[in-house]
């Protein structure tokens, strides 16, 4: 067991790749897995720490990052996700261009689908999840980013799909993803010019929920990230999870089918007992206790 810094005072975590609870760091882990204690259990992170390579998406990495996914899919006592950097002023670098360069064009193809299937994952875990950008978010980088429900980037931190500037185009999600969250035109901008916005330019074309500025140990977006994290602990669990479920689905069909898709989603909510909670304690004028069923 280890402490984060000031951001961890209530953080205890456990650290491993799929491992057993309370399994020590590997020697060498590029990604490491923490859930928190006390007042913020249910909170868990997914750290990376690629220091020598700016947490580029390596195949190490890359694969590490599957098997955090999968580790924390199926924990139910989990209910947020905050994705972090342990890398100071960087969240994720994007690709291993060095890495890459050694590559025929099949393994080129093989690698950016799987790398695509990630993001695909990182969308699909059921309990929202918040990226906390204190750095450099870039191509690869902010796909990931995008593929949380939720951003918050220090004002100082860099972000853009530069692919362009590469002889690219992103191939991780992005020309889906950006496009829906700050809109066509915007997402066309971005990428054509390959340009790197700060964390304010970020707010104001809704690209990132919260910007603040940065602190003197450089991780002021995770602090804003683990506030907004506690924010969402005390509200019901199977809501919040249908919840996400109904827009994430119904932001994909037209409004009618969408609303189809709401209806089911309630439905699954109806028989819980976190719903005969909340209409008890609203009689009783006290705070709910949610068990997540």
């Given at each position: 067991?280890m ?5 961890g005072?209530?953080l205890l ?7 057993p609870p309370a399994a020590?760091?590997r020697r060498g882990?590029e ?17 990376m ?7 580029s998406?390596?195949k190490?990495?890359?694969a590490e990052?599957f098997s ?7 924990d139910?006592?989990?209910?947020v996700?905050?994705f972090?950097?342990?890398v100071k ?6 690709a ?16 950016v689908?799987?790398l ?17 950008i ?13 593929a ?31 496009p829906?969250?700050?809109?066509i035109?915007?997402a066309?901008?971005l ?5 790197q ?9 809704g690209?990132v ?9 450089g991780?002021?977006?995770?602090q ?5 994290a ?11 999870k ?13 409004i009618?089918?969408?609303m ?17 909670e ?14 997540g069923?």
């Amino acid at each position: 067991m280890m402490r984060l810094g000031r951001a961890g005072r209530e953080l205890l975590l456990r650290w491993g790749r799929g491992g057993p609870p309370a399994a020590a760091p590997r020697r060498g882990a590029e990604v490491l897995v923490g859930t928190a204690g006390g007042e913020s259990s249910g909170i868990a992170e997914i750290l990376m720490s690629r220091p020598h390579a700016r947490n580029s998406l390596g195949k190490v990495f890359v694969a590490e990052l599957f098997s955090a996914l999968e580790q924390l899919r199926f924990d139910e006592q989990v209910r947020v996700v905050v994705f972090r950097s342990q890398v100071k002023g960087v969240f994720c670098a994007g690709a291993d261009l060095k890495e890459r360069a050694q590559m025929d064009d099949a393994e080129v193809g093989h690698f950016v689908k799987r790398l695509r299937n990630l993001m695909d994952e990182i969308a699909a875990l059921p309990v929202p999840t918040i990226a906390a950008i204190d750095g450099y978010a870039l191509g690869g980088g902010l796909e990931l980013a995008l593929a949380c429900d939720l951003r918050v980037a220090a004002s100082s931190a860099k972000m853009g799909l530069i692919e362009t500037t590469r002889g690219l185009l992103p191939g991780a999600g992005g020309t889906q993803r950006l496009p829906r969250v700050v809109g066509i035109g915007l997402a066309k901008e971005l990428i054509f010019t390959g340009r790197q916005i700060d964390g304010e330019e970020a707010l104001s074309m809704g690209l990132v929920n919260h910007t603040v500025p940065q602190n003197s140990e450089g991780d002021a977006a995770y602090q804003r990230a683990l506030a907004l994290a506690k924010e969402i602990l005390p509200q019901a669990p199977f809501a919040v999870k249908m919840g996400k479920l109904a827009i994430n689905r119904g932001m994909e069909v037209d409004i009618a089918s969408g609303m189809a898709i709401e209806g089911m989603c309630y439905a699954q909510n109806i028989p819980t007992r976190d719903r005969q909670e909340g209409m008890a304690a609203f009689r009783e004028k006290r705070p709910p206790r949610f068990v997540g069923k």
